[in-house]
């Protein structure tokens, strides 16, 4: 549900947006997250950035966190943030733990992506997809994470914790995503190989793993997910990992946006970044609304599929 102040309805250029019931003064709070449906952090800051609540060491003046899930690969900040991650029955821990053994058990260097015919219809996918053979390969470092955040949302449909069919009701890009970047399409694969023989070590999990759900959970990855960068104020802020906070992906683009978020913990909050008048739509920016519109449009194009129009890139 979201708050009095927003719904949700369909706009007049496709899709949903959130548009404001009332009308809402400069700097007033909005809407919050509270945590995140699945997320993950890259490999690279896993001992630094904690797994649960995704404070980064750095920011407490720490080179790393120092309590970890045994085997799992995941630190955490505090024993509280370690039980709070780990589901009851230790599935989600189990599941990491097997695809940490997985990759050192593989030899050899991953495979660079390799060209393949152009993509232009979901046939051609579907067909792609149904004359794979899923062997199993070494996978890159963002493959691995991939495979992370697949397991974080399917953790999620397994114990019914969460909002699956909502996440279902996210935009799906995978042919736009695929047609403008067809040598992803067999990297796509090998992440599924690998996840599905990982989770032959989590039989209760295994069941989940299926190319449709991967699929689906791909499909809805791209263009949805949200970063999660360091909360420093000096400067450039790093990008740690990603999440999905679906209630908040209604929020549509624009260049000049009246909404501005920020991240507190898990939790993504949202305020009025100006006055805004009642049934106006509530916009963020998903880019650095600082670029020239050259880039801006560049960048939207590439990673949301879709031209901007919003009154700035016109005016610009």
């Not at 548009?19 to 800051?45: D, E, G, L, M, Q």
């Not at 979901?122 to 390969?137: P, V």
């Not at 999620?156 to 699956?164: A, C």
Request: charged share 25%.
């Amino acid at each position: 549900m979201y708050s009095d102040l927003l719904h949700i309805k369909e706009t007049a250029y496709g899709g949903r947006g959130l548009f404001a019931t009332t009308s809402i003064p400069k700097n007033a709070f909005i809407y919050t997250c509270s945590s995140p449906y699945a997320s993950v952090i890259y490999r690279v800051f896993r001992k630094e950035v904690c797994g649960h609540c995704f404070s980064y060491a750095f920011d407490s003046n720490r080179n790393a966190w120092n309590i970890r899930r045994d085997g799992a690969g995941v630190w955490f900040c505090s024993i509280g943030c370690r039980d709070a991650w780990q589901d009851g029955d230790g599935l989600l821990g189990n599941m990491h733990a097997a695809v940490d053994r997985l990759a050192r058990s593989l030899k050899g260097e991953a495979k660079e992506p390799c060209s393949r015919k152009k993509i232009t219809s979901k046939k051609d996918l579907d067909a792609a997809w149904a004359a794979s053979t899923f062997d199993l390969e070494p996978l890159t470092q963002l493959e691995l994470d991939t495979v992370r955040f697949l397991a974080s949302v399917i953790m999620v449909r397994y114990t019914g914790g969460g909002e699956w069919e909502d996440f279902i009701q996210l935009q799906d890009n995978e042919l736009e995503y695929i047609r403008g970047r067809p040598q992803d399409l067999d990297s796509q694969i090998r992440v599924y190989a690998f996840l599905r023989k990982a989770a032959q070590a989590v039989p209760d999990f295994y069941a989940y793993v299926t190319v449709d759900t991967v699929r689906a959970i791909l499909g809805r990855d791209q263009g949805n997910a949200f970063g999660l960068y360091d909360m420093s104020t000096s400067g450039d802020s790093e990008m740690l990992g990603f999440a999905m906070y679906i209630k908040a992906s209604y929020f549509n683009h624009d260049c000049s946006p009246n909404v501005r978020k920020q991240r507190e913990g898990r939790s993504m909050h949202f305020f009025a970044a100006r006055d805004i008048e009642a049934g106006e739509e509530l916009c963020i920016s998903y880019i650095d609304a600082g670029d020239p519109v050259e880039k801006r449009r560049e960048e939207l194009a590439r990673d949301w599929f879709f031209t901007c129009l919003c009154r700035r890139c016109e005016n610009e």
